[in-house]
């Protein structure tokens, strides 16, 4: 961190929040610089980016989300602003498939520190039928080609799973993956700014710790299920179903936010006969509107699966941790697990 760029004096007033520790050695230029001169500005691209760096990088960044809360990440599009902002950040974190507008503009942005999440881990294709299994194999009822009929059909909602082989890009919902993301990042953010490695790591290993445990809680509480099979319509649980021996099935090939067809209806009122799936999952930032209609023609419960694209007042939880502990009493609850 050798070169700091000034920020806007507008951002005087995140400050307050950020908590100046030595106020009375602040120079003017501090000031103007928003109280961060000691801190390695961080731009996160959504939220299960911003809690890793806020959680790895503690007291050393300032980090900033170019998805608001309540924003469903897939439709962002970035102001002038956030894009010059992006090339003023130390340290860029993202996740390459899941929001376009993001994508392009980080490649502009000629940042140095600039981390993809998808490179520190293995990204798997997924259809709209997924489970621990069945998974990878091309013969799917409901494979790729669902979920790319899914794409055309959402006006591109920034899904990208056509791209790159199709690789289904929502790995944060496997804690197991997310831990090797974050040791990734944590590595990264080392480098970045060596003066605080030894903290850098010592808050990896804590949140890595922390996800073991989530990961041990969810083979535990998925162990015995009377049914493997849930019914979702954002089909953004494919590594979970797969870590924890589970079948996902998307309402693919329609708008998340429209009603399935008739035909749809009758093949999932068939799967959810058959597996005795019980509930249809919405999620928290988009209408129920579908997951609604569906449970009314097929007399199943709706329920709440949130994908963790954002946390707002209405989210199940305060951050990424408490969130997938509600999926995990959600999915017990829909899968009968004791």
Known sequence: ???????????????VVLGLTALSACSTSDAADG?????????????????????????HVAVTSLTKPGVEPHDLELTPRQIGSISESDYVLYLKGIQPAVDDAIKQSGVQNTVDAATLTTLENHGSEVSGHDHGHEGEEHGHEGEEAHEEH?????????????????????PVKYAEVAKGVGKSLEKADPDHAADYKKNTDALVAELGELNTAYETGLKNPATKTFITTH?????????????QQGIAGI???????????????TIAEKEKATTVFFET???????????????????????????????????????????LAALQKALGAK
């Open 1 to 15: 961190m050798n070169v700091r760029r000034l920020i806007p004096t507008t951002a005087v007033a995140g400050a």
């Open 154 to 174: 959402s006006e591109g909602d920034g899904h990208n799973h056509g791209e790159e082989g199709g690789a289904d890009p929502h790995i944060w919902l496997d």
């Open 255 to 269: 708008d998340p936010e429209a009603e399935p067809s008739p035909a749809r209806i009758q093949e999932i009122h």
């Open 35 to 59: 109280g961060n001169g000691d801190k390695l500005k961080v731009t996160a691209s959504f939220y299960p980016m911003q809690f890793l760096a806020e959680k790895i990088g503690g007291e």
């Open 235 to 247: 089909s953004a649980f494919g590594y979970l179903a797969e870590r924890y021996g589970l079948t």
């Open 285 to 327: 930032l988009a209408s129920d509107r579908t997951a609604k209609t569906l449970a009314k023609d097929t007399g199943l419960k709706t329920g709440v699966l949130d994908p963790l694209e954002g946390i707002t007042d209405k989210s199940q939880g305060a951050d990424y941790i408490e969130v997938m502990e509600s999926n």
